[in-house]
Every structure is written in structure tokens, then in C-alpha cells.
């Protein structure tokens, strides 16, 4: 049951300013349209109930479907999500069409009544296809609409763990830098380690003389 035709029409609106105290607007509308869907099946179970009226029926058995002539039709009508972060697009509308119907019913109690009230019958056949064929799509862009919806978050999640990674780097960076100028800043340490060398480069000469001394005396005696 695929489309012979699909057509999307997009309606985009924009409104941004400069100023932080105007709030930027935007939206979306999409109208996606399935046509011509065209199908031919064979020995679908089928199960029918009628609780009001006159004559109340109850049947099952299996049936015959054919969509011919423009087939079925599917208009979807889908709304951007402005603000409201729980979902990217809202499904506002799901109109399903069939055009042509043709089915037969075989294996039933109550053929006679199916071949009498035929028209009926594929009234109300058509009324749910329509209603199935609406639910199933709307259901399963809802679930596309919560994929999206998780998608999202986890990019953004993601971006903002980034984010927080450079921000961390650049902050370590900042903090080696200025470590380093505080170092640099303080002539103060480098002066005193300049004193204690000098004062150690004086006692070994102290020491040196004075053992070049004792030399000098023992080699005169």
C-alpha cells in the first residue's frame, strides 16, 4: 500500500529583532498529501458487529478488499512545537478518503444479509478503513515525534557537556597562566635563593683559605 503521489506544502513564519526585549517568533506548518493509494487484498478476517437498529448482527469470516479508483487518500496537517519543549511537532489534523470499494465476504453465517445490505455494509467498511488507517498514522507520528524528542535532548546534552569540557579547559589554561605570572611577579624568592648561594659559595671559599692555610704551617714545621 505504497502512494503512486506524494506532495508536501510548507508554510514558514519568521519574526526576529535585534533587541533582546522583543521576543523572536517562529513557525511552522507542514501538509503532507498521500494520494492514489491502491491495494487488492485477499482473505482478510474480518469481524462485525451491529448493536443498534432493528436487526442486530454478529458475524465473522473472511473477506475480499479492493481499492481501485483514486484509492485512498491521506492529508496530514502538522504544526511546529513553538514552545512547548515536550514534543518537536504536534499531528493537527489526519483526513483519510477512500474513493472506490469493493469487497466480498465468504466463510460467514449471514451472507445473504451481506449481498442485501450491501451498500450498507460498504459504507460502513469505508467509514473504518477511514478511522483505522487515521489512528494508525497519527500513532506512529506521535512515536516519531518522541524519537525526535529524544534525539534533541541527547545533542544538547551532548553540546552542553562540550561546553562545560571547554570551558574547563580554557579555565585550567587560565589558572596555568596566572600561576606563571605569580611566579614570575615574585623576585623576592629568586633574591633570597641568590643570597643563599652566594652564602654558600663564601663558606666553601672561607674553608678552602683555611684548609690552604693549615697546609702551609704543617709543610713550614
Known amino acids: ?3 503512486n503521489i506524494m506532495s508536501m506544502e510548507a508554510h514558514n513564519f519568521f519574526k526576529f529583532s535585534p533587541y533582546n526585549a522583543i521576543e523572536d ?3 511552522h506548518e507542514f501538509t503532507i498529501t498521500l494520494s492514489q493509494i491502491q491495494a487488492d487484498m485477499r482473505d482478510v478476517a474480518v469481524y462485525f458487529r451491529k448493536k443498534t437498529g432493528l ?3 454478529r458475524d ?3 473477506t475480499d478488499v479492493v481499492l481501485g479508483g483514486q484509492g485512498l487518500s491521506v492529508i496530514i496537517h502538522l504544526v511546529s512545537s513553538d514552545k512547548d519543549r515536550s514534543s ?4 493537527k489534523d489526519v483526513h483519510v478518503k477512500v474513493d472506490s470499494l469493493k469487497f466480498s465476504i465468504r466463510d460467514a453465517k449471514h451472507e445473504f444479509w451481506y449481498k442485501t445490505l450491501k451498500g450498507i455494509a460498504t459504507s460502513v467498511v469505508k467509514k473504518q478503513i477511514q478511522k483505522a488507517v487515521g489512528q494508525a498514522i497519527r500513532t506512529g507520528l506521535e512515536y516519531l515525534d ?3 524528542v529524544t534525539v534533541r535532548d541527547r545533542m544538547e546534552e551532548a553540546k552542553a557537556h562540550e561546553e562545560m569540557s571547554r570551558r574547563q579547559a580554557l579555565q585550567d589554561v587560565r589558572c596555568l597562566f596566572s600561576s606563571a605570572q605569580v611566579q614570575l611577579c615574585l623576585p623576592s624568592e629568586f633574591s633570597s635563593s ?5 652564602r654558600l659559595r663564601q663558606s666553601r671559599r672561607q674553608r678552602a683559605r683555611v684548609i690552604s692555610r693549615w697546609s702551609i704551617i704543617s709543610v713550614l714545621r
Do not use: A
Open 88 to 91: 518537536v511537532f504536534k499531528v
Open 60 to 62: 465473522s469470516g473472511l
Open 146 to 148: 518522541g524519537q525526535l
Open 55 to 57: 436487526i442486530k448482527l
Open 1 to 3: 500500500m505504497f502512494p
Open 25 to 27: 517568533v517562529r513557525h
Open 194 to 198: 641568590n643570597t643563599r648561594r652566594k
